[in-house]
């Protein structure tokens, strides 16, 4: 069974806007990690962030987490049409992933 | 270097009938998981393998689901008397090590399709 919502659970942009999505968890975390999913490659790993950690960059991507509130969110600044894909958070505990149901993204040129 | 492999990438089988899907994993990853993904489930954990510990089962949705690793490399996912709900996408990942920095690296996946 799933744990944790993410919302929104699809999102429209233009080229060159930003994208937040945001992802609630229900049980503690050692890690909270995003993948990206689309038909070209599959699911790939984007980042990690630790449940010690409260930000983290890579690159165009900036994942916060919120241990209190159990929440994180993921940005993607200056958006290009090849980000267009559906994203999703998991909750890394115990080694598996539990993932939530994902945000589409669409990001038009 | 090479990524995970599956195989088959596509199956389509009869209800009651056994499958096997295979998984080969990044060479030296000592970590592998099966999940699974259905439009109705999303996302599914079904069981990990981590070096030479017992692996994590707490996944399978029911006993016509078993997994076997050998030799610390190659994996089966085998369904026994398939059932329609099981049609589903199968995803093997591996990882380097348990919670690695860098994630879990994801196979293409193979469809199942039970009529």
């Known amino acids: 069974s799933q744990q944790g919502e993410e919302d929104p659970q699809a999102l429209s942009i233009q080229e060159g806007e930003n994208a937040t999505m945001n992802c609630s968890y229900k049980?503690?975390?050692?890690?909270l990690q995003w993948y990206r999913q689309n038909s070209g490659r599959g699911l790939v790993h984007l980042i990690l962030?630790?449940?010690?950690?409260r930000e983290k960059h890579s690159g165009r991507l900036r994942v916060t987490l919120d241990t209190s509130k159990k929440s994180s969110s993921l940005l993607i600044t200056a958006s290009r049409a090849a980000d267009t894909a559906s994203y999703f958070c998991?909750?890394?505990?115990?080694?598996?992933?539990?993932f939530g149901q994902g945000t589409e993204l669409s990001v038009k040129p | 270097g090479a990524g995970v492999s599956q195989s088959p990438s596509n199956k389509v089988t009869e209800k009651g009938k056994d499958v096997e899907l295979r998984c080969d994993p990044i060479?030296?990853?000592?970590?592998l998981y099966w999940y699974r993904q259905s439009l109705g489930q999303g996302l599914e954990f079904l069981i990990y393998?981590?070096?030479?510990?017992?692996?994590?089962k707490s996944g399978l949705p029911s006993d016509r689901f078993s997994a076997e690793r050998t030799g610390g490399s190659v994996s089966t996912l085998t369904i026994q008397r398939t059932q329609q709900e099981d049609s589903a996408v199968y995803l093997c990942?591996?990882?380097?090590?348990?919670?690695?920095?860098?994630?879990?690296?994801f196979g293409p996946g193979t469809r199942l399709t039970v009529t």
């Open positions: 998991a909750n890394g505990r115990g080694g598996k992933l539990i």
């Open positions: 393998f981590q070096g030479n510990s017992a692996p994590d």
């Open positions: 962030i630790r449940s010690n950690e």
């Open positions: 060479s030296g990853h000592t970590a």
């Open positions: 990942a591996s990882s380097l090590e348990r919670e690695a920095p860098g994630g879990q690296y």
């Open positions: 049980t503690s975390i050692n890690n």
